[in-house]
């Protein structure tokens, strides 16, 4: 069965860090683009950080610029998220996306009730407070 399943979540101090993964199970992770979505309590999901199959073009949201960094490692069909100078507003259940044809800049702007991604995965909630 294909999935992707996401973990590192947890509580943090404002200023503090999280490594998010995304592994993949049932399929090769290296064929497709990822993206990493977050949605806040009462908030829309939106995309965070996408990254092509090769792993040569990313994509961030204005508001992580410069604090968060996607990375894949094919051999652990693996996709990771390391979350930097995290703020409260950096809260909420993070997802990861895989996707074969959506290009990072198409992946991350999807829509809330768009359903043609294939693959999405349940979440990891991080918490930023003091």
């Known amino acids: 069965q294909a999935q992707v399943v996401e973990s590192g979540g947890g509580l943090v101090h404002p200023g503090g860090s999280l490594r998010l993964s995304c592994v993949a199970s049932?399929?090769?992770?290296?064929?497709?683009?990822v993206g990493w979505f977050r949605q806040a309590s009462g908030k829309d999901r939106e995309g965070v950080s996408c990254?092509?199959?090769?792993?040569?073009?990313?994509t961030y949201a204005d508001s992580v610029k410069g604090r968060f960094i996607i990375s894949r490692d094919d051999a652990k069909n693996t996709v990771y998220l390391q979350m930097n100078n995290l703020k409260p507003e950096d809260a909420g259940v993070y997802s990861c996306?895989?996707?074969?044809?959506?290009?990072?800049?198409?992946?991350?702007?999807?829509?809330?009730?768009?359903?043609?991604?294939?693959?999405w995965g349940k979440g990891t909630l991080v918490t930023v407070s003091s």
């Open positions: 996306a895989a996707d074969y044809t959506l290009i990072p800049q198409a992946l991350c702007k999807v829509s809330p009730d768009y359903s043609g991604v294939d693959q």
């Open positions: 049932g399929f090769n992770l290296g064929y497709y683009n």
């Open positions: 990254i092509n199959a090769a792993g040569d073009e990313t």
